[in-house]
């Protein structure tokens, strides 16, 4: 067995562990709950899209929407981030309350 293969093991981290399960676990959710946040992502970037290309035909219309929700989302997406960060620290054994 080869020492990746044994490393695998003891941590228990298969590549479905690691497509699948792992980043959902890091930000606190189910894969469901992980797919349902992303995927509203998903479709709110597809709206600013569309918001975005009308702006660039008729400059006076969604003057600020994309701008205001990007800033918005950037916002969220950063608490989450920051969630998984502070998971993968704790799971490595480097957690330290005081950082």
Not at 7 to 26: I, Q, V, W
Not at 41 to 47: E, Q, S, W
Not at 68 to 77: P, S, W, Y
């Amino acid at each position: 067995m080869s020492q990746t293969t044994i490393d695998r093991a003891r941590s228990g981290s298969t590549p479905f562990d690691r497509l699948f399960r792992d980043h959902p676990r890091e930000v606190g959710e189910t894969y469901f709950q992980h797919m349902t946040a992303s995927a509203a992502f998903g479709f709110r970037l597809l709206r600013l899209a569309g918001a975005a290309f009308a702006h660039a035909v008729v400059p006076g219309v969604h003057k600020t929407t994309v701008s205001t929700a990007v800033r918005g989302m950037a916002q969220d997406m950063g608490g989450r981030a920051e969630e998984a960060k502070l998971t993968r620290m704790r799971d490595a054994g480097v957690w330290d309350v005081g950082l």
